[in-house]
T-cell receptor
């Protein structure tokens, strides 16, 4: 089985930087994804990590430490439109040979003026 | 334009009725997935399929059934055996790749979702 933990809610100010943490326990780690989901909409892909280190993509960066079972998503220069839920998802190799994603419960980020 | 479609966006049914949610994709993806999302619960995997005519149970398959007769389509039936069917249902698809270093390997693309309410 898998266990994925991330904070339920976070608040930040427009223009600031925020870090959303995710810790996981899994039997067959094979990659970690971050998705953004606005209320009532589908999740959209933000980033992917499979090797240790930092992946940067514009205002968004994601970090992974496989030995610690830890990842974070860093959002810079926050904008009001960044108010959304951020989902951490871990890919597991699986015994059947098929990989599936297990999602955390999501972190609701509220950006205020 | 390529993408995933789910219809309808809102669906109402009476308790005890079976209901089928549609999911169609024209991305030529091999794998398709069904998730359920409840407030504060994140996404939970119901069923998934990696190839036509084959599918696997996810974490919460009880009360649900699927079919995969065509690559493009993966309909989900919510049966009367599902105790709490009211939820937001999301369909997703992905390629079936082999490179762990490639983000497109198992990156899942989601449809707009169907919000099912059972009265």
């Amino acid at each position: 089985g898998q266990n994925i933990d991330q904070p339920t809610e976070m608040t930040a100010t427009e223009g600031a930087i925020v870090q959303i943490n995710c810790t996981y326990q899994t039997s067959g780690f094979n990659g970690l994804f971050w998705y953004q989901q606005h209320a009532g909409e589908a999740p959209t892909f933000l980033s992917y990590n499979v090797l240790d280190g930092l992946e940067e993509k514009g205002r968004f960066s994601s970090f992974l430490s496989r030995s610690k079972g830890y990842s974070y998503l860093l959002l810079k220069e926050l904008q009001m439109k960044d108010s959304a839920s951020y989902l951490c998802a871990v890919r597991d190799k699986g015994n059947s040979g098929y990989s599936t994603l297990t999602f955390g419960k999501g972190t609701m980020l509220l950006v205020s003026p | 334009d390529g993408g995933i479609t789910q219809s309808p966006k809102y669906l109402f049914r009476k308790e005890g009725q079976n209901v089928t949610l549609s999911c169609e994709q024209n991305l030529n993806h091999d794998a398709m997935y069904w998730y359920r999302q409840d407030p504060g619960q994140g996404l939970r995997l119901i069923y998934y399929s990696q190839i036509v005519n084959d599918f696997q149970k996810g974490d919460i398959a009880e009360g649900y059934s699927v079919s995969r007769e065509k690559k493009e389509s993966f309909p989900l039936t919510v049966t009367s055996a599902q105790k709490n069917p009211t939820a937001f249902y999301l369909c997703a698809s992905s390629i079936f790749g082999t490179s762990e270093l490639d983000a497109t390997y198992n990156e899942q693309f989601f449809g707009p979702g169907t919000r099912l309410t059972v009265l």
